[in-house]
């Protein structure tokens, strides 16, 4: 995979992935008691979709650019709509950023200097926001548990190499024991479902006792005879430890009508607990 998520800004995976994160964030809101959301992987904030990267691959087509007639609703499928469509799509630090509350704050990370220069004006303007550069895994566990004793803490990784997904999953774990009661989200690209399936068990048998997994899996594009097309990812998954009380039913709702249109299947499972 391009480490450069402007070539996947907007994509199938990122509808489901920002849907949940906007989800979780608007559950964690119904209390008034303020939490941290810390992004481990942040990369620009802002993608620009009419972009030579953007335009070269052109996933967003067939991901946000699909949803752009859907009527808004209440739910979380609704918040997000109003906050992704249009020629510049936000990642998930600005996602977080602009639904924060004053009592709320983020912490965004970025190791890539020019990444960490974009994402650094993407959030300028939110005075709850601070950007930290560095690795994402090593400056996590300083940041746990958060003052707050509430919190979501995002985890997607570029996946550059076989490796990522041992170090994703170590982290978690050791994430989940200094605060086991936060929320994390765990992204990961699906290429073979057998690896998928014992990636997902591996960390389902580390003693989280609740864990939700949502599954996209799309068509694959029609062959354009580019090198993009061997590479093109057709499947996504993300993990939840301690999803908020409704987030299962939220994801539920807003599969039936964005599946569809995406011509995807989504699948929400719950691996432990309930």
Known sequence: MNYRHSFHAGNFADVVKHLALVSAIVHLKKKDKGFAAIDTHGGRGLYDLTSREARRTAEHESGIGRLSKLKDDQGA??????LARGDHYPGSPLIAAKLLRPQDRLVAIEKHKEEFAELHDAL???????????????KLIALLPPPERRGLVLIDPPYEDDKEFQRAAQVLAQAHRRFATGIYML???????AAADAFCGEIANTGIEKLLRIDIETKAPPKSGKDDDKTRLTA????????????DEDMRAAAQVVAPALTARIDVEWLAGE
Request: a positive charge; glycine letters at 12%.
């Open 187 to 193: 992204w990961f690209p699906i290429k073979s479902k």
């Open 77 to 82: 499928l609704g918040a997000y709509l109003q």
């Open 236 to 247: 996504a998954g993300l993990l939840i430890v301690n999803p908020p009380y409704g987030l």
């Open 124 to 138: 300028r303007q939110f005075e709850r926001a601070r950007v930290v550069e560095g690795d994402g895994y090593e």
